[in-house]
């Protein structure tokens, strides 16, 4: 009965009519939160690691370090920050079609892909800031116990961000369900 009720209230509610322009206003880049989000996110990144990349060589001693040091810096930042830009194309492009259930799986199958490349992105930038740093250290038993709890830290990190993807992804396929199920 209560159902009866909802339904009946439900189609006495005006639908909002809102016009071509008006949807494809909502529908643009800068209106899309998950977008801005993101981008912010990026470019808050890109302008630090920047400001990092002019300083290191003199403020971290990148002068004294060994070429492949400083490459490996250079090339885990890099990785990193292309890897913002990826996941910002990946919610860029997704658009919905006719079929929305597909799409969904479609996303989901892209967003397990990410979740992997994401992880794998992190662990390189955290390798390579370690090769950086630890390159050219005496190593005594505390800095030992200093670099042993560093590195459980960004074990800790790494397990939380796949946790992280893992639930955004199981919440897709939730929804995914929720469709077959209607």
Known sequence: ???DKLK?????IPAQHRSDIELREMLKEQNHPILNAIKKQAFVELFAFTIFLFCYYTMFDGAKKP???NISLVLA???NVFHHFKAYRLQQLFRSSENVLEDLKLFAAKLKSHQLET???KTIFIAG???FFTNGIEFTSKKWWTIGLIVIIFIIQLFLLNR???NRIRKIKTTIAEFEKA
């Open 129 to 131: 800031m370690c090769f």
């Open 8 to 12: 009946s209230i439900w189609k006495t």
């Open 164 to 166: 992280i993807w893992m």
């Open 77 to 79: 930042i890099s990785i």
């Open 67 to 69: 070429l492949l040091a």
């Open 1 to 3: 009965m209560e159902n």
């Open 119 to 121: 992880v794998i992105a």
